[in-house]
T-cell receptor
């Protein structure tokens, strides 16, 4: 059974720091891995999607990597800003399913 | 604007009183799904639908029903809500199956409290 774990559960950093969020999964048979952002009272916004054949994806200050063989992904946020404060969720899409399996998220706070 | 909408956004009800949470998408997506989010458990899939009149159970379907009579709508029905269904609910949709590349688009969520 696929399980997704995110560490740390919460993180508080000063503005300007570079930071790394971690995601691990137990079964490498996946179509893709996605990182989402969740703001309080709002839905999930897809940040980056890495196909199983890819190693990384970049969007602005965000870079996500995928090591399928070891069951790990990282989300790197460069030069963090207070507006980055949110909960970050990673999710995998297992083979032969249409659902996403989510981790429990990392709650990030960036203070000025 | 392409979006997934849910109504209501907030609902407080009592045990046993039937309720429906509506979900609608304007992107002509075939696939739609319902998740619930609980502290420490993440998001878990309740039901999903591959297309009109095609629905199937997810990981936590007990106590819920769905229907897909139209492509754009996918309501979630709680026939007899219980306190353990107090949760944050999300509806999601995605385009025709391209599993490697397709992301899912999420609604804003419905916070349900069952007393």
């Amino acid at each position: 059974k696929q399980e997704v774990t995110q560490i740390p559960a919460a993180l508080s950093v000063p503005e300007g720091e570079n930071l790394v969020l971690n995601c691990s999964f137990t079964d490498s048979a996946i179509y893709n891995l996605q990182w989402f952002r969740q703001d309080p009272g709002k839905g999930l916004t897809s940040l980056l999607l890495i196909q199983s054949s890819q190693r990384e994806q970049t969007s602005g200050r965000l870079n996500a990597s995928l090591d399928k063989s070891s069951g790990r992904s990282t989300l790197y946020i460069a030069a963090s800003q207070p507006g980055d404060s949110a909960t970050y969720l990673c999710a995998v899409r297992p083979y032969n399913t249409d659902k996403l399996i989510f981790g429990t998220g990392t709650r990030l706070q960036v203070f000025p | 604007e392409a979006q997934v909408t849910q109504n209501p956004r907030y609902l407080i009800t009592v045990t046993g009183k039937k309720l429906t949470v509506t979900c609608s998408q304007n992107m002509n997506h075939e696939y739609m799904s319902w998740y619930r989010q609980d502290p420490g458990l993440g998001l878990r899939q309740i039901y999903y639908s591959m297309n009109v009149e095609v629905t199937d159970k997810g990981d936590v379907p007990e106590g819920y029903k769905v229907s897909r009579k139209e492509k754009r709508n996918f309501p979630l029905i709680l026939e007899s809500p219980s306190p353990n269904q107090t949760s944050l609910y999300f509806c999601a949709s995605s385009p025709p199956q391209r599993p490697n590349t397709d992301t899912q688009y999420f609604g804003p969520g419905t916070r349900l409290t069952v007393l």
